[in-house]
């Protein structure tokens, strides 16, 4: 019994191999997939296009809206700075033009490259460190500080500056403003 229904499988297998063969289908199934699989790449790859063309858009629209948030800052006169605290981060989100004219040689003077980045991505670790200190304990205190620091500006002339730094809590943003004032150079 067992050996009839094996003899039979193995009939079925053969002639689905013969049909297979004579009708090509080893060649068309394949490629019949392939095409298949193929284009809902392309469907994807399609909306994955719009959506970064969206993305991109809504991003240039919410830098314009942070520029008109701050405009008061925009023809301030001394550099100012906005920091955003995500997690355990502070992402860069504002600089005014005077901020841009002295500092802008780190990030080639365009303050939309540095928008959304932390200040461990723009500079040595050590700075980056003593820069993120300062800006967790005027987080967490709301106790507004002035800090001395040493500063390099585009022609790498170490100037003295102090840089006072304050906490604006927006709905659940906790946002840092920095603002260098500068002194006589070293």
């Given at each position: 019994?067992?050996?009839?229904?094996?003899?039979?499988?193995?009939?079925?297998?053969?002639?689905?191999?013969?049909?297979?063969?004579?009708?090509?289908?080893?060649?068309?199934?394949?490629?019949?997939?392939?095409?298949?699989?193929?284009?809902?790449?392309?469907?994807?790859?399609?909306?994955?296009?719009?959506?970064?063309?969206?993305?991109?858009?809504?991003?240039?629209?919410?830098?314009?809206?942070?520029?008109?948030?701050?405009?008061?800052?925009?023809?301030?006169?001394?550099?100012?700075?906005?920091?955003?605290?995500?997690?355990?981060?502070?992402?860069?989100?504002?600089?005014?033009?005077?901020?841009?004219?002295?500092?802008?040689?780190?990030?080639?003077?365009?303050?939309?490259?540095?928008?959304?980045?932390?200040?461990?991505?723009?500079?040595?670790?050590?700075?980056?460190?003593?820069?993120?200190?300062?800006?967790?304990?005027?987080?967490f205190t709301g106790v507004p500080m002035k800090i001395a620091i040493v500063i390099k500006d585009s022609?790498?002339?170490?100037?003295?500056?102090?840089?006072?730094?304050?906490?604006?809590?927006?709905?659940?943003?906790?946002?840092?403003?920095?603002?260098?004032?500068?002194?006589?150079?070293?």
């Amino acid at each position: 019994m067992k050996e009839e229904t094996i003899a039979q499988k193995q009939k079925w297998y053969q002639r689905l191999f013969d049909v297979c063969q004579k009708y090509r289908l080893f060649t068309y199934i394949p490629i019949l997939v392939l095409s298949i699989s193929s284009f809902s790449l392309r469907q994807k790859n399609e909306v994955l296009v719009h959506r970064v063309a969206r993305l991109e858009t809504l991003n240039e629209t919410l830098v314009s809206n942070m520029i008109l948030y701050n405009r008061g800052f925009e023809s301030f006169p001394m550099p100012i700075f906005q920091k955003l605290k995500r997690g355990n981060r502070f992402i860069a989100q504002y600089f005014n033009p005077a901020y841009v004219q002295l500092m802008g040689h780190n990030f080639s003077y365009n303050r939309y490259a540095y928008i959304g980045k932390t200040d461990y991505e723009y500079y040595p670790k050590r700075m980056a460190d003593l820069y993120y200190n300062y800006d967790v304990s005027v987080a967490f205190t709301g106790v507004p500080m002035k800090i001395a620091i040493v500063i390099k500006d585009s022609s790498d002339t170490e100037l003295n500056v102090d840089v006072m730094k304050w906490r604006q809590i927006r709905e659940k943003d906790t946002l840092i403003y920095g603002m260098i004032i500068l002194e006589k150079p070293m």
